[in-house]
């Protein structure tokens, strides 16, 4: 694929998880999780788009998010559990999508806040209709979804390089 590819990529924060006696990386999903979970993978299933690859986190809230997710999809993209993706930065985010290899076009990446807001954030320079008012308008929620397009190569993904396509949470539907 050439330097002039259009990629996408869905921003996918894990579902609302609950809060027993573990450590944060071992928390499970609350009920309203388990419920929003398919919600969203049907969402990403209308999208109409065959994601290449999927990259989760390894914490269970986004693990459990994902096998949920995953089950309304027509094509289960492969699927890399990774862990640089718990609690990651801005920049430590866009070093991880730099690295992904050029033959992926659409790519899901399933992680937390306040690094898929900020990252939704700092890639889009421009939005198509009203995307960038609502997700600024409603924060980052749970089970929140960003798409965002872009030219080019992955190891050219930076700041202000995207359009943000569309901005859901499970309350849109």
């Avoid at 050439?2 to 579902?15: E, G, K, Q, V």
């Avoid at 899901?108 to 807001?117: C, D, E, R, S, T």
């Avoid at 900020?118 to 929620?141: N, Q, Y």
Wanted: with cysteine.
């Amino acid at each position: 694929m050439s330097a002039d590819t259009p990629r996408r990529i869905a921003l996918l924060r894990h579902a609302k998880a609950d809060w027993p006696q573990v450590a944060d990386h071992e928390r499970p999903l609350a009920e309203r999780g388990r419920k929003d979970s398919p919600a969203v993978g049907l969402k990403l299933a209308e999208s109409g788009i065959s994601f290449d690859l999927a990259l989760c986190s390894t914490a269970a809230r986004t693990r459990e998010t994902w096998k949920l997710a995953v089950q309304e999809l027509p094509h289960r993209p492969r699927t890399s559990y990774e862990e640089r993706l718990y609690d990651a930065s801005l920049g430590e985010l866009i070093a991880l999508l730099n690295e992904t290899s050029d033959e992926v076009r659409d790519l899901l990446v399933i992680g937390h806040n306040p690094g898929m807001h900020a990252l939704a954030d700092a890639l889009c320079a421009r939005a198509e209709g009203d995307a960038l008012a609502r997700m600024t308008r409603t924060g980052f929620p749970t089970a929140a979804l960003a798409v965002v397009s872009f030219t080019g190569s992955w190891k050219s993904l930076e700041h202000g390089v995207g359009t943000l396509l569309d901005f859901w949470t499970p309350k849109d539907h």
